[in-house]
């Protein structure tokens, strides 16, 4: 019970997300050329949506500052970092050294994700997979992603 | 009137190529099987699958895609039915009477009458596309700037307020979208735009690896979140509906496929809006409003009819004014700007095989799926089993596929893993995320229509009320935005959205 109410509002952090994104949008739009109504330059659309989102995030932000706004709740880091370690594992790995690496060493990683000991179960699940995406994907639509390590 | 059928016939010989109709097979396959499965859905799906549509041609990627989305419509109803769990989220109201009537052993019967209300609702959809959407095509060409940027606006707008969750952040979300749009060069000055001066961001940010980190991504880590479920399906049985039921589900099909087509062509509409009005049509007009809940076929009648003709009705504003309706058929458009595609009114004449086949490949695929569905049940019931742990691991493959078959440059790899986070973040913060894809892709061309307005203007902004067409839209999208603002209106919309 005490852990949840510790954790900022929901509202609080979309406010101060919309804040974020546009004034950086401002920041990195000033050096441009705005023009006018009638002559837009490269920067008046963008810093018009700027500014639109700073009106955003204060009304959402000044909306989670209450006692009563609903918080953020369940966040749970490993799911989020398996996920992405495992398509970086792939993305680095399928180039030099082939699906057959990099495509089981995705789901070794991926599998991290659920708490088990049935390795067996991946193991298998990999094999096959492979050989799925080597037959449907490489030889029958032909994309180009090499199998094997060279 | 003929003309309809010409050009129908037409798409038909378009989709009769060996490649089409293979497309249409595999979407409505893929579709109804992520419909089936609860934990991934036909936005995540097309999203996943968008970069390996890039090697076919562009007639055969719609095809596929669009499979999906309508063939998810009926695998949905399959595990809602049987296990009440919506597989999609337009299958939530056929939760409510189709699981009851499994409960009381007449599972068959809702499965079948699901099925073929969705078989007429899409026959008719089809039909209603192909005579509405020349229509608002010819209408849409005669439409100036300042009226473009006006539907947009209502566009826009009306995503928002007919979605769910909170509008204020909905709005936030359409404004991050827009503003990731305009990342890259600017093509009226030739300057780069917040690319941080990476060389890469000139082109923009690659609407692919967006959609993919954002929707794809995203849902399979909120879904590694949640606990596993153990699945208890109930048992089929006979799988014709008796004379009584068959009688009772004509009307409410019918009542279903219109409220379907009306609300399908609405921007924000779509599938699983037409299924929450038709439940509340129906329950409005049955005699005994009781039953509802405990096993009425009308409730399960309706609406599948309902979101079967909403989910083929949203392809109008795609096809005919090149203004996506929802989330999927943003990615939709991004598949066509991909393909060298120009969305627009211009596509019937300028695509006219994309058009009409697109059109016709609905009719073939909504008969695959009858077959698909009716006959193999009982496979579809089977793979329910399979644990999520096994499944994640099959998604993550495709996932990982698209994301390299997407790219040469580990630049995309990069934008799909911070937009996942980013998609996470929203999903924690309540963020929606559907709008921000629309902003993402209608972006550029807003700010287009926006500068040639204001040219042609020179400068003044009342052009956008001076012109009748252009008013209307935004009287329009204002009466939307008052719907959100007055709290009488507010409590309806949570109507809608609650069970009845």
Redesign the interface.
């Known amino acids: 019970m005490s852990k949840p109410d510790t954790m900022p509002s929901k509202d609080l952090c979309s406010g101060i997300m919309f804040v974020a994104l546009g004034a950086a949008g401002l920041f990195l739009l000033a050096p441009l050329d705005h023009g006018s109504a009638s002559r837009m330059g490269a920067g008046y659309f963008p810093t018009l949506i700027c500014f639109a989102l700073l009106a955003i995030g204060a009304a959402v932000g000044l909306r989670g500052i209450s006692r009563t706004a609903a918080r953020v709740q369940g966040m749970q880091l490993r799911p989020l970092l398996v996920v992405m370690a495992a398509i970086l594992s792939f993305g680095l790995t399928v180039r030099p050294l082939g699906l057959a690496v990099a495509l089981p060493l995705l789901l070794f990683v991926g599998a991290l994700a659920i708490p088990r000991e049935r390795w067996l179960e991946v193991a298998l699940l990999a094999i096959a997979m492979t050989a799925f995406v080597a037959l449907v994907f490489v030889v029958g639509l032909g994309l180009p992603i090499k199998v094997l390590p060279r | 009137m003929t003309d309809i059928w010409q050009n129908l016939g037409y798409g038909l010989t378009v989709v009769a190529a060996p490649a089409n109709l293979l497309a249409a097979f595999a979407g409505a396959l893929v579709g109804t099987l992520i419909g089936v499965l609860p934990g991934i859905g036909p936005l995540a799906t097309v999203a996943l699958l968008l970069p390996?549509t890039f090697?076919l041609d562009p007639v055969t990627a719609l095809v596929m895609l669009a499979g999906i989305y309508y063939g998810a419509q009926y695998g949905g109803s399959t595990t809602a039915i049987l296990v009440n769990i919506p597989g999609e989220s337009s299958s939530v109201v056929t939760c409510l009477d189709g699981h009851a009537m499994a409960r009381q052993g007449r599972a068959g019967s809702a499965l079948a009458v699901a099925a073929l209300g969705s078989f007429f609702a899409g026959c008719v959809a089809t039909v209603a596309i192909a005579v509405f959407g020349p229509t608002l095509t010819s209408v849409a060409l005669s439409f100036r700037p300042a009226d473009y940027c006006s539907l947009m606006v209502f566009a826009l707008v009306a995503a928002v307020t007919l979605a769910r969750g909170?509008p204020?952040?909905a709005?936030?979300m359409v404004?991050?979208g827009?503003?990731l749009g305009?990342v890259g060069t600017?093509l009226?000055?030739g300057?780069a735009?917040?690319t941080?001066g990476l060389p890469e961001l000139a082109e923009g940010l690659g609407f692919v690896p967006v959609a993919m980190g954002i929707f794809g991504?995203t849902e399979?880590?909120a879904n590694?979140?949640r606990r596993e479920r153990r699945i208890d399906t109930a048992r089929i049985g006979r799988l014709l509906p008796s004379a009584s039921e068959f009688r009772a589900s004509i009307a409410p099909v019918f009542r279903g496929t219109g409220i379907g087509i009306l609300l399908g062509i609405l921007p924000g509409g779509g599938a699983a809006m037409s299924s929450y009005a038709s439940y509340m049509v129906e329950k409005r007009l049955a005699r005994e409003p009781g039953r509802f809940g405990h096993g009425a076929i009308e409730g399960v009648a309706g609406p599948e009819a309902a979101n079967n003709a909403g989910a083929q009705a949203s392809f109008i504003p795609l096809l005919s004014l090149g203004v996506p309706g929802n989330a999927l058929m943003a990615l939709l458009i991004g598949a066509m700007m991909i393909h060298g595609i120009v969305p627009g009114p211009q596509i019937m004449t300028t695509r006219p095989d994309l058009y009409w086949g697109l059109i016709a490949s609905m009719w073939v695929g909504n008969l695959m799926l009858v077959i698909i569905n009716l006959p193999l049940i009982g496979l579809w019931v089977a793979l329910l089993r399979v644990p999520y742990?096994?499944l994640?691991?099959?998604i993550?493959?495709f996932?990982?596929?698209g994301?390299?078959?997407v790219n040469n440059s580990?630049l995309d790899?990069i934008i799909?893993?911070v937009f996942?986070?980013f998609g996470?973040?929203c999903l924690?913060?309540?963020?929606e995320t559907p709008p921000m894809i629309l902003g993402l892709v209608l972006g550029p061309l807003f700010?287009e229509y926006?500068?040639r307005a204001?040219?042609f203007?020179?400068?003044?902004?009342s052009t956008f009320v001076t012109h009748p067409i252009s008013l209307g839209f935004l009287l329009a999208a204002s009466a939307l935005l008052a719907l959100i603002i007055f709290p009488a209106m507010r409590s309806k919309r949570h109507e809608v959205f609650q069970d009845g």
């Open positions: 390996l090697a909170s204020l952040k709005f936030g404004f991050v827009l503003l305009t600017d009226t000055s300057t735009r917040l941080l991504i399979i880590v590694l979140e742990r096994l994640y691991l099959v993550l493959v996932c990982a596929i994301a390299y078959a580990s790899l799909v893993i996942s986070i996470y973040l924690k913060f309540e963020c700010e926006l500068r204001l040219i203007s020179k400068g003044d902004w």
